[in-house]
Every structure is written in C-alpha cells, then in structure tokens.
C-alpha cells in the first residue's frame, strides 16, 4: 500500500471517531430544541450513595403502568412507554407497550426489570440522573429530598422528549430551578 491509502484510511479514522460523538450530541441537542416538554414529579428517593459521582439522583412517582396486555410476569427488557400531560401539567401514561406502536403520540423508551403480575409493567426510566457543579450536588440532593417529603412542595423534573429520546433538562422546586434553588439554600446557612 502506498503512502496516500494510509493517509486516507487515518483520515476516515479521525472522521468517524469526530462523527459518532457529534452525532449524539446533535441529538440530544435537538431533543431539547424541537422535543416536547414533559414535567415528571420526582418521588422520594434513597439514601445517597459517596459512589456515584457528583449527580443527584432521581426516581419518579410514574414507574409502573396497569396495561390491557398480558403476560409481563416474566417480561424484562425494553418497554416503550407513551405519554399524555394531566390537567396540572404533568406527563402521565397513556400506554405501555412491549413493541413500538404506530402512533404519534411521543413516547420513552424505559427498562422494565421486575414484574410481579400479568397486567401490571414496571419500569425505569432513562433520566434518573441530573449532574450538577459539584459544590452545589449534595444541598441539590439534601433539597430535593426534603421537597418530597413536604407535602406543600411539588419536584419534579422537566424532560424533552422527541422520537423515543428523552433528555432531562432540568430539575425545579416549586417552579425553581434546582441551581437556584440550592444558591438560595447555600446563602441562608452562611
């Protein structure tokens, strides 16, 4: 092989490995340009673990869904999960299903891993992590925990969703983004 093919073949190299991670990045970036937004109320969630890095971690009241399918006792896998905002402005079920339906309702695809019924699916969904500085992630975690168990405080998190990607885009207290919300927390204990 002569010179020219390796540089070519190096050139193609470089290309795919730029491609690929702009590629994702584009999507993700489009989902939250043209996706719809949907508002998931947050539930409460564990004891935060020094393992996991500088994230929050976030578990959803919508996990589970009473469908008109059965046999999801012994299903593990992908489910796609098709959404609906309620009258408050929160996303809801509509349906879930094991295969992708030919509808245009907007859907996220979650992984269902334990099922203790025919009719009953549960699932996880895609976004349960929000990364933030990590000054500010252990009062984000503390204050989303507090929020939910306050019965006067709605959390939720606001995710786009466009073709099956879901991208979460923030997450709010009380209609404040956490970063604000955790900037006000920090300055009144100082």
Known sequence: M??????????????????????????QEDTLDTGTAYKFKTAPIDPSDPFRGKYIVLNY?????????EDWSDYSGKVFVYLKTDAE?????????KTLIDTSDE????????????????????????????????????????A?????????????????????DNVFIDETPIQEFVE????GIQ
Request: glycine share 2%; proline share 2%; net charge negative.
């Open 2 to 27: 002569n010179k020219s093919i390796y540089i070519t073949l190096l050139f193609l190299l470089f290309a795919v490995q730029l491609f690929i991670p702009a590629q994702m990045i584009y999507e």
């Open 61 to 69: 009241e919508m996990n589970s869904f009473e469908t008109n399918e």
């Open 89 to 97: 402005g929160f996303a809801t079920i509509k349906n879930v299903s």
């Open 107 to 146: 859907y996220v695809i979650a992984e269902s891993k334990y099922n203790y019924n025919d009719t009953k699916v549960n699932f996880d969904l895609p976004f349960d992590r929000y990364y933030m500085n990590e000054n500010k992630a252990y009062d984000a975690e503390i204050s989303v925990r507090k």
């Open 148 to 168: 939910q168990v306050d019965t006067t405080k709605i959390c939720y998190g606001l995710v786009f969703v466009k073709d099956g990607t879901a991208v979460l």
């Open 184 to 187: 006000e927390y920090q300055e």
